[in-house]
């Protein structure tokens, strides 16, 4: 048809054009405009606060990563040594000696600043005794130019990464504006730098005082501990509970009390379940308190309706048509569960269970009730056995520790554990994903 | 530790009962597997269960039974006027139990030997001295009669323990040894075998039940040994929450209402925050945003949801404590001074929020999924743009599970432990006033159960009573929120 | 007996209310509509027929803009109502399905009141003035949709527990409030028994009075009683279009004709 039989189309009522939009349709174009903005409001607002957590966990957690150090080389003659050893207040003339080289090695540098040793006190600690275990365990040293690491202060550690600041300084015992000075010329000598602070990975923690000397690596063995037995017990028992509510069980009042019970402890409050680690492991069974074997049965009771969850979910995912056809070649129904289905839900049962186990290892709440806080993790333990019995602390166990504790020093710790514990749970769910990348299944 | 040797050996019964008995089948079967009415591991396995199962249900009811009776036997000896003023037989018992462990401890570390440790006239001044060498808790000086008690308990748990182990042992190689005698070539092993497999299925799947039937004993025991300390009246009217510090009783004030107060105003503040946050990003999520979008922003919203408790309880203290103070606090930007302290209401309540939004979106975002979309292609059909047939349409449709979630929502913000800790502050109050630091029952169940006060004082054993309003309250609000989501759910499947 | 009745059908020319010229849709990669030209009659029943997934529901929901809710549809070619296109940058959707209403295939009352789905469309609309208009205008939609007597003294019960038939007349009534000049019909019988089916086919054969009416069914009984005028879809391609008693009687393409026979569908 040619364009006169459209022109003839003509407009047959009073009704308005479709090309002019009038006034109610514009206004309600304004409200959806409106309601949308609210939307995207939302997502920003849901982003916006993803985005000051990881800058605040990043700003914060970097600096536990490094360490300022002193490194002072420094010989001791034999006379020193036998002088030292001679007097009453032994680690007092070490010092001595060590001030001595430290102002040898400023003048070299050019730098020249009066200091005494209060001051370096105040920014390494007692030296004296550091460089006297040395030299007693090494008498062969003696007279040989040693180096020494000596880690600095907290404060100094602060003043370094920018966490005092010279603004609003207030003189202290613990700290001066001169010791500031100090710093400085010994930064500019190059004698004091910082470096990464390795033994917050592999150390253990240390008391109130020392925030230095604080790390994460016993905690973190705490938390494998227990992960360990999160996943031989969880593992087994969910999926066990899980075939037998997916395939086997008949429909009638046990099992739906079974299933009412297990959506329902997915929902109790975690430190629910550390009251009843207290009350029934601790209290009636007496486990040792603060021991990983006691946290990953609380924890292993917390996951599991979680893992039960997933795990039906990749059950029921397999077509009931794999199980015919096993059935129809003569297999029983257990064989043809075992054989068949439950290799066909592994990735997806695997999957789940990794994302189970990255949330009993973020949980805090249960393990501060079975007293694994406030424990001071101070070493590895001994054995394997050692490691599920002995006390331990764990990684959000030991954040927590570190975030109660009065020196501020101790939240830069807080703030790396997170980081750490984070990278823990990204790797987790990296590999969850991945997993269910590589395996899954379209039926 | 003697408890792993014994399940060690009883595996290593198990498992020479599975060689034997797959022997044993096959050689009755002449060494022809066709003779057989199930596979030879069948056999194997039907030794190796019967060896196993039995073994390990003796050793663990033993385990539970053993303190219990052992308790009783010497909780019985124990004359009475050994309880002092405001103390019960269950504190003795208690430091009884203490001792003994203590005693353990010192002889495991070598600070005394085995001879002194149960000798009845060993010194009890000089034995206090040796067990805080060796780092036993030892709250105060064990007594005469304490220490020869905790001796009795100490000989009676290594007779019992030793009884136990012969028995466990016995048993598996009894099964065992049935187990191996029944291989035959016409016994139906698969079918034995598969009976076995499937009780244990069901015993797995009980767990859950026993789970709960232990959260509840565990509950309720402890809070009717409270209310027998403490008035259960008191606890529930009253408006004051002030334990005393001495441990022991006496002066403490353990009303709950202010906790209850707390709780509720912070998942309030919370539920303000998460609820239009998640709810709009939620619709923006399923009905406008693109594929791309979606794919994006909707994993990364889930992030927040997979951040443990505890970064956000530090998020409260050190960051947003400080930077809500330097808004409403003394010389902060509003020149007002509202706020004391980081710790407070609002930023537990703002923390808690964010935490929530991605459990309240994703929840609704399933929900709205659910909706149908012939539902939407009607209200399109009649001319109506997106926000019209979401506002008009689809969210009345989806209000039942909106509800739901929202309410499994509050039940989260209402269990949440760590932020609270963290971030509300310690002092119970009855107060308006959202920028006063205010305390919770998570956080006192956290407080009074990790202080040093004795276990089996109404300080530590309110803790309890605590557990249980919590548990009630969750456990109230979680059935009814999923009792609406399925009832929701029905309607469009 | 369906020749007598289609011997009898009013067969005079009448405006043209839809014309569309060179029409293609692709769903991401796939074809779906090709080049369709078709020239739709005011107050006339149009029934679109077809094999499944000939592209005849996709075809409708180009006439209002369903399609615009897909993201991966894409439509070309020219749709003009009323010699104003209906594609063009200017138009708001919004406004023109106001104008052209539609009916799905399964009837979908919203949850809400029996009246408050009638209201529905007037009230986003601005159509009332008053409570007693709009009171108005739901009597008026209900006794159109030939559903006023069966609801009248349950007009605040939810739709939803109407039956199948009374539903989609329902949705009539509620498409029809919202005083459209086209009314499109994606199937709204395929979910109904048969006498709901033939309660819903009077219904359209009244409402030709005042609308003009396009219908896709599955159908071809249905297409003979209800339409004066019928399109032949196939394959994405507008095979044949013309007067149903000509379609229907003697069908100029062989594939209509093996269509209209049982041979193909």
């Known amino acids: 048809m040619s364009d006169m039989s459209m022109d003839s189309a003509a407009p047959r009522r009073s009704s308005k054009s479709l090309h002019e939009v009038d006034a109610r349709t514009r206004r309600r174009n304004a409200a959806e405009t409106r309601f949308k903005a609210c939307g995207i409001g939302a997502i920003a607002i849901g982003l916006f606060f993803l985005v000051v957590l990881v800058v605040a966990i990043f700003r914060s957690g970097l600096p536990a990563f490094t360490q300022t150090v002193l490194d002072v080389e420094f010989a001791l003659t034999q006379e020193q040594y036998e002088d030292a050893e001679s007097q009453l207040f032994k680690t007092k003339a070490y010092s001595q000696a060590f001030n001595g080289a430290l102002k040898t090695q400023l003048d070299e540098s050019g730098v020249t600043l009066p200091f005494d040793e209060a001051s370096i006190e105040r920014i390494a600690g007692k030296v004296g005794g550091t460089i006297r275990e040395y030299f007693r365990a090494n008498e062969d040293q003696l007279g040989q130019p040693t180096s020494f690491q000596l880690a600095a202060s907290s404060r100094v550690d602060g003043y370094m990464t920018g966490r005092v600041t010279r603004d609003g300084f207030q003189d202290s015992r613990f700290l001066t504006l001169a010791d500031l000075d100090l710093v400085d010329a010994l930064e500019d000598a190059g004698i004091i730098r910082t470096q990464f602070n390795w033994n917050f990975i592999t150390g253990a923690d240390s008391g109130v005082d020392n925030p230095g000397g604080a790390g994460i690596g016993a905690s973190v063995v705490g938390s494998f501990f227990m992960m360990l037995v999160v996943l031989f017990l969880s593992l087994p028992i969910g999926v066990a509970a899980s075939i037998y509510l997916e395939e086997f069980a008949p429909r009638n009042r046990f099992t739906d009390l079974i299933e009412v019970n297990i959506s329902n402890l997915a929902a109790v409050p975690s430190i629910v379940f550390g009251i009843l680690g207290l009350a029934v492991f601790i209290q009636f069974m007496h486990l040792p308190q603060s021991a990983p074997v006691v946290g990953g049965l609380v924890l292993t009771l917390m996951t599991l309706p979680t893992i039960i969850i997933s795990t039906r979910a990749s059950l029921n995912a397999v077509p009931p048509s794999i199980r015919d056809a096993a059935l129809g070649l003569g297999a029983s129904r257990m064989q043809s569960v075992f054989h068949h289905v439950l290799p066909l839900a592994m990735p997806g049962i695997l999957t789940g269970t990794i994302i189970g186990l990255a949330q009993a290892l973020g949980e805090t709440a249960p393990l501060l009730l079975i007293g694994m806080v406030g424990f001071v993790a101070r070493g590895y333990p001994d054995s394997f056995i050692d490691g599920f019995v002995e006390p331990n602390s764990a990684m959000p166990a030991q954040i927590y520790t570190w975030a109660a504790r009065a020196d501020a020093a101790f939240y830069d710790k807080a703030w790396g554990g997170i980081i750490i514990l984070l990278m823990f749970l990204l790797t987790m769910n990296i590999i969850a994903i991945i997993l269910r990348r590589r395996f899954e299944r379209r039926w | 530790m003697p408890l792993l040797w014994l399940i060690l050996i009883v595996l290593a019964i198990a498992a020479a009962g599975y060689v034997l008995g797959r022997s044993r089948a096959l050689a009755s079967a002449g060494g022809d597997i066709r003779q057989l009415h199930s596979l030879p591991s069948y056999y194997g396995s039907n030794a190796a269960l019967k060896a196993v199962v039995p073994a390990l249900l003796l050793l663990v009811l033993w385990l539970i039974a053993q303190p219990l009776y052992i308790n009783s036997v010497i909780s019985g000896t124990l004359p009475d006027e050994l309880i002092s003023e405001g103390s019960s037989r269950g504190l003795l018992m208690a430091e009884v139990s203490r001792t003994a462990q203590g005693l353990d401890l010192a002889v495991s570390q070598g600070v005394i030997d085995e001879g002194v440790a149960s000798d009845p006239a060993a010194d009890f001044n000089a034995m206090t001295d040796r067990l805080k060498q060796a780092g036993a808790i030892v709250t105060s000086q064990i007594t005469q009669p304490v220490l020869n008690a905790a001796q009795r308990y100490r000989s009676m748990s290594h007779t019992g323990t030793a009884i136990m182990s012969i028995a466990v042992i016995i048993i598996a190689v009894l099964g065992a040894f049935y187990g191996i005698r029944q291989s035959s070539a016409q016994f139906r092993a698969r079918n034995v075998v598969e009976q076995g497999v499937r009780v244990l299925l069901v015993a797995a799947a009980s767990i859950a039940v026993l789970t709960t039937v232990g959260i509840v004993l565990s509950l309720v025991f402890n809070t009717i040994e409270f209310f027998r300390l403490y008035p259960a009246s008191e606890f529930f009217f009253g408006l004051s929450w002030a334990p005393s510090f001495s441990g022991r009783g006496g002066s403490s004030e353990l009303g709950v209402l202010p906790l209850l107060w707390g709780t509720i105003y912070i998942s309030i503040v919370a539920l303000i925050v998460a609820v239009p946050v998640g709810l709009f990003a939620a619709i923006y999520l399923s009905e406008y945003a693109g594929s791309k979008v979606r794919a994006v922003a909707k994993p990364l919203l889930e992030v927040l949801a997979g951040i443990p408790t505890i970064v956000y309880g530090l998020f409260a203290l050190l960051t947003v404590g400080p930077l809500l103070v330097s808004i409403f606090g003394d010389g902060g930007v509003l020149g007002v001074s509202w706020q004391g302290g980081g710790r407070a209401v609002i930023t537990a309540g703002l923390v808690m929020g964010i935490m929530l939004i991605p459990f309240v979106s994703s929840l609704s975002d399933d929900i709205i999924n659910a909706v149908p979309q012939a539902m939407r292609d009607g209200s399109y059909g009649l001319g109506a743009t997106k926000s019209e047939t979401i506002k008009q349409v689809v969210l009345p449709a989806a209000l039942p599970g909106i509800v739901g979630a929202i309410l499994l929502a509050a039940s989260r913000a209402i269990g949440e432990t760590m932020i609270v800790v963290l971030g509300a502050g310690a002092a119970a109050r009855l107060s308006l006033n959202p920028f006063e630091a205010m305390t919770t029952v998570t956080a006192k169940i956290v407080s009074q159960l990790t202080g040093d006060s004795d276990f089996a004082s109404p300080e530590a054993l309110v803790a309890f009573a605590l557990g249980m309003t919590l548990f009630v309250l969750t456990l109230g609000l979680n059935v009814f929120a999923l009792y609406i989501v399925r009832k929701y759910r029905e309607q469009y499947d | ?265």
């Open chain 3, 1 to 265: 007996m369906n020749d007598m009745r289609l011997l009898e059908r009013d067969v005079d020319a009448k405006d043209i209310k839809i014309a569309a010229r060179k029409v293609q849709v692709y769903y991401a990669d796939t074809h779906a509509i090709k080049d369709v030209d078709v020239d739709i009659e005011d107050k006339t029943v149009t029934a679109f027929i077809g094999p499944s997934g000939c592209g005849k529901s996709t075809f409708l929901r180009c006439l209002n803009r369903m399609n615009d809710t897909i993201d991966i549809c894409r439509v070309e070619g020219d749709i003009r109502i009323d010699g104003e296109d209906i594609y063009d940058a200017k138009v708001d959707p919004v406004q023109l399905r106001a104008k052209v209403g539609m009916v799905f295939q399964k009837p979908n009352p919203f949850p809400k009141s029996i009246y408050d789905n009638i209201a529905y469309g007037p009230r986003i609309h601005g159509l009332a003035r008053s409570k007693a208009d709009l009171d108005d205008i739901v009597e008026k939609s209900l006794r159109r949709g030939a559903i006023w007597d069966e609801v009248k003294d349950r007009l605040h019960a939810p739709g939803t527990g109407l039956s199948g038939g009374q539903q989609q007349r329902l949705c009539i009534a509620r498409a029809v409030a919202t005083e459209p000049e086209v009314l499109l019909m994606d199937e709204p019988c395929s979910a109904l028994d048969p006498i709901a089916t033939s309660q819903v086919e009077e219904l359209i054969d009244e409402l030709r009075q005042e609308f003009s009416v396009v219908i896709v069914t599955h159908s071809m009984q249905q297409a003979a009683r209800v339409s004066q005028k019928t399109a032949f879809f196939h394959l994405g391609n507008l095979v044949e279009y013309g007067e149903t008693g000509q379609i229907f009687t003697t069908p100029q393409d062989p594939r209509t004709e093996s269509y209209i026979t049982g041979r193909i569908g």
